[in-house]
């Protein structure tokens, strides 16, 4: 079956403009998350959705980084402003969200690049 | 607050060499998950390890986890060519919440 999906895979952008990221968690799957990786960070955790719970957002960091997930699927992290420090592979994840079911399967990122 | 450390960082090993790389942690903990990731390319999942004294084997990987310890090996067994590529550890704490990442190990297998 399809696996998660993220678009674009790329994306340069300059400084002080907004992005917008999407991700495709797999059909059925209510826990989804959005982690960065990046040089000097490694993989961070960014935010999660589970369901129709409020998202924990006590990765995001900054006020600059926002997401959301309509209608229990798709799911956009936006970045306003960008810097510099924002440049980093997005990557997005979804799991089962069940007792038994939390092994988190991944996209394939979304590269930005801020000039 | 939940660390992940991984050692060696760095490997590289010959091909028919065995090796195995750790990764510790820093809180109780019973779920433990190993990926694999190739230069460009996203995560894959390799194991998932739910309780003490799992053992799972893959080819010619092995992953343990001792939860008494806060320690999981990856074992590399005869290591040949295709296993070059770098390697995450990560824990939750309690399943159906974010992973915490190792910083990786870069494997490079060579001849």
Redesign the interface.
């Given at each position: 079956g399809a696996g998660v999906s993220q678009s674009p895979s790329n994306k340069v952008t300059e400084k002080g403009k907004d992005v917008e990221l999407r991700c495709d968690p797999i059909s059925g799957h209510t826990a989804l998350y959005w982690y960065r990786q990046s040089l000097g960070q490694g993989l961070e955790f960014l935010i999660y959705f589970q369901g129709n719970s409020a998202p924990d957002k006590s990765g995001l960091p900054s006020d600059r980084f926002s997401a959301e997930r309509t209608g229990g699927s798709v799911s956009t992290l936006t970045i306003q402003r960008t810097q510099q420090e924002d440049s980093a592979v997005y990557l997005c994840a979804s799991s089962l969200g069940g007792m038994l079911a939390y092994e988190q399967y991944f996209g394939p990122g979304t590269r930005l690049t801020v000039t | 607050e939940l660390k992940v450390e991984q050692n060696p960082l760095f490997l590289s090993m010959q091909e028919g060499k065995n090796y195995t790389i750790y990764c510790n942690y820093s809180t109780t903990s019973d779920?433990l998950?190993w990926?694999r990731q190739d230069p460009g390319?996203?995560?894959?999942?390799l194991f998932?390890l739910l309780s003490n004294g799992a053992v799972k084997q893959e080819g010619r990987l092995m992953a343990s986890l001792d939860t008494k310890a806060r320690l999981s090996t990856l074992h590399i067994t005869a290591a040949v060519h295709d296993l070059s590529a770098t390697y995450?550890c990560?824990v939750?704490i309690t399943?159906?919440?974010?992973?915490?990442?190792?910083?990786?190990t870069r494997l490079s297998v060579i001849a």
């Amino acid at each position: 079956g399809a696996g998660v999906s993220q678009s674009p895979s790329n994306k340069v952008t300059e400084k002080g403009k907004d992005v917008e990221l999407r991700c495709d968690p797999i059909s059925g799957h209510t826990a989804l998350y959005w982690y960065r990786q990046s040089l000097g960070q490694g993989l961070e955790f960014l935010i999660y959705f589970q369901g129709n719970s409020a998202p924990d957002k006590s990765g995001l960091p900054s006020d600059r980084f926002s997401a959301e997930r309509t209608g229990g699927s798709v799911s956009t992290l936006t970045i306003q402003r960008t810097q510099q420090e924002d440049s980093a592979v997005y990557l997005c994840a979804s799991s089962l969200g069940g007792m038994l079911a939390y092994e988190q399967y991944f996209g394939p990122g979304t590269r930005l690049t801020v000039t | 607050e939940l660390k992940v450390e991984q050692n060696p960082l760095f490997l590289s090993m010959q091909e028919g060499k065995n090796y195995t790389i750790y990764c510790n942690y820093s809180t109780t903990s019973d779920r433990l998950y190993w990926y694999r990731q190739d230069p460009g390319k996203s995560l894959e999942s390799l194991f998932v390890l739910l309780s003490n004294g799992a053992v799972k084997q893959e080819g010619r990987l092995m992953a343990s986890l001792d939860t008494k310890a806060r320690l999981s090996t990856l074992h590399i067994t005869a290591a040949v060519h295709d296993l070059s590529a770098t390697y995450f550890c990560a824990v939750d704490i309690t399943g159906n919440t974010p992973l915490v990442f190792g910083k990786g190990t870069r494997l490079s297998v060579i001849a």
